[in-house]
């Protein structure tokens, strides 16, 4: 096994565990959440760290509640019968949820701005407001120019497929690309090739609970 | 932009992970007959309690799981770094969504420890973000493996919970470790690997050897007795 692949396994191994214990950002839930939909592997791995999450809890020293958490809950039950939310889904259906409900219409030109020729992007936007990811597009044997990132930046391949230095990747596969490190992904010639990426500097869960999502920093 | 013809296999059909328990063919037949010898076929005490809050609406049911999880819910909240009052308040919510979504627990989907951890963990990414999630539809019959029979599901999903455990008394300890801090801990990869004084990339590894023991455990083909 090289490097790459080495380092890749531990990464989705890594986000996969912190994907149970809830610990993810916003666009980083949503791309293992569709990785999970399109890989049957990871997702039986996340059915065993589910059960890993009930073992552990129940395995928590147990702290008290207020002495009256219990009539509070049970008076709120009594008069509960708030309905339960539909999900709706976008029309992108031949792309897999959850983040086809993020990507605008394919063929709607105003939401895709071209990002060089033959590669055009969407940026995502989380309710999470300082968060951000990218949807890129790219058309059959386009090659994206060589370029680095100035942070490391995981992809989730949705269709399609792209080569780079470091290997191929297919729909469901999730590429580690390190700070630093140059690559020039070619997709394809069979289709175009989307993919979605999320880049480190975002990958911050925020709140008071902020967990500092620091993965890939050597 | 024209899209080719492009196929995607799209397995789940939520918004969230779903529960949804695929025993391999490979171990149902010899598992299942052990298990129905030794007994252990039986629920757990909680899996029946649930059952009964989503099938009758039975308070006293209910009451006895929240005196048991809410106040293990509420610590595991703590550990991760929430401060006391909102980890009491989202314990609270957690229990108030197990009763509302009680009826769509299925026993031999997961066990109902596993269902709780879901919901609190939910629970509590909603409050860090404001927004109301819907959860998993775990009723969806079109998740359900249709060739396998039910007490089949049940049996094997206890033997592969029984397994989980057993693999995690096993680790090496600086692999338990890493997954304790993982689930417990509001700590960073990069933090975990400070304190513990190692690089970074070998908590990574570390998690992944972790993990691949116990997929391995899973996938052994004997039971583990009791």
New interface residues.
């Given amino acids: 096994m090289n490097d790459q692949v080495s380092l890749n396994?531990?990464?989705l191994?890594?986000l996969?565990?912190?994907?149970?214990?809830?610990?993810l950002s916003?666009p980083l839930?949503i791309l293992i959440?569709t990785h999970?939909?399109?890989n049957?592997e990871s997702?039986?791995?996340?059915?065993?760290?589910?059960?890993?999450?009930?073992?552990?809890?129940?395995e928590?020293?147990?702290?008290?509640?207020?002495e009256d958490?219990?009539d509070?809950?049970?008076s709120?039950?009594a008069e509960?019968e708030?309905p339960?939310?539909?999900?709706t889904h976008s029309e992108n259906s031949?792309?897999?949820?959850?983040i086809s409900?993020y990507i605008p219409d394919?063929?709607c030109?105003k939401s895709?701005r071209s990002a060089g020729i033959g590669i055009?992007r969407h940026d995502v936007k989380f309710?999470?407001s300082d968060m951000r990811a990218t949807i890129y597009?790219i058309?059959?044997s386009r090659a994206v120019p060589s370029h680095s990132h100035t942070g490391s930046e995981i992809t989730l391949v949705?269709?399609?497929g792209f080569s780079d230095e470091s290997g191929t990747f297919g729909?469901?596969d999730i590429a580690v690309q390190e700070a630093g490190e140059v690559h020039k992904p070619v997709a394809d010639a069979?289709?175009?090739c989307i993919v979605f990426a999320v880049n480190e500097g975002d990958i911050r869960?925020?709140?008071?609970?902020g967990?500092?999502?620091?993965?890939l920093?050597? | 932009?024209?899209?080719?013809?492009?196929?995607?296999?799209?397995?789940?059909?939520?918004?969230?992970?779903q529960?949804?328990?695929?025993p391999q063919e490979t171990v149902d037949q010899t598992m299942g007959t052990s298990l129905m010898n030794d007994n252990s076929k039986k629920l757990s005490t909680w899996d029946e309690l649930l059952v009964r809050v989503g099938r009758d609406r039975d308070?006293s049911a209910?009451?006895e799981l929240?005196?048991y999880?809410?106040?293990?819910?509420?610590?595991?909240l703590?550990?991760?770094?929430?401060?006391m009052s909102?980890?009491?308040e989202i314990?609270?919510e957690a229990?108030?969504m197990v009763?509302?979504?009680a009826e769509t627990y299925d026993p031999r989907q997961?066990?109902?420890?596993?269902?709780?951890?879901?919901i609190?963990?939910?629970k509590?990414?909603d409050r860090?973000?404001?927004?109301?999630r819907?959860?998993p539809d775990m009723t969806d019959p079109a998740v359900m493996p249709e060739s396998i029979e039910t007490g089949e599901i049940q049996v094997a999903r206890m033997q592969?919970?029984k397994k989980?455990?057993h693999a995690?008394k096993n680790l090496p300890e600086e692999q338990a470790k890493m997954?304790?801090s993982?689930?417990?801990e509001?700590?960073?990869?990069?933090e975990i690997a400070e304190e513990s004084g190692v690089?970074?990339?070998t908590?990574?590894?570390r998690?992944?050897l972790a993990?691949n023991r116990?997929?391995a455990q899973?996938d052994k083909d004997e039971g583990i007795t009791p």
């Avoid at chain 1, 997702?43 to 129940?58: F, P, V």
């Avoid at chain 1, 928590?60 to 207020?66: F, I, K």
């Avoid at chain 2, 529960?19 to 695929?22: G, S, T």
Wanted: charged content about 25%; aromatic content about 10%.
């Fill in positions: 396994n531990q990464v191994d890594a996969l565990v912190d994907y149970a214990a809830g610990a916003q839930e959440e999970l939909a399109m049957p997702a039986k791995t996340m059915q065993m760290l589910m059960q890993l999450g009930g073992i552990l809890l129940e928590c020293e147990p702290v008290s509640l207020s958490a219990l509070k809950v049970m709120a039950i509960d708030e339960l939310q539909k999900v031949f792309l897999p949820r959850p409900d394919l063929s030109t895709w055009a309710s999470q597009r058309q059959p949705l269709a399609g729909p469901g069979d289709g175009e869960l925020a709140g008071p609970f967990r500092v999502f620091s993965l920093v050597k | 932009m024209i899209i080719s013809e492009l196929k995607v296999d799209v397995v789940s059909e939520s918004n969230h992970f529960l949804v328990f695929k308070k209910f009451a929240f005196d999880f809410a106040p293990r819910v509420k610590s595991f703590l550990r991760f770094g929430t401060d909102l980890a009491e314990a609270q229990m108030i009763w509302r979504r997961s066990a109902a420890s596993t269902w709780i951890f879901t609190a963990r939910n509590r990414i860090l973000r404001r927004e109301n819907p959860l592969q919970e989980i455990r995690l997954i304790f993982a689930y417990y509001e700590k960073s990869h990069r690089a970074l990339g908590v990574k590894s998690i992944r993990l116990m997929r899973i």
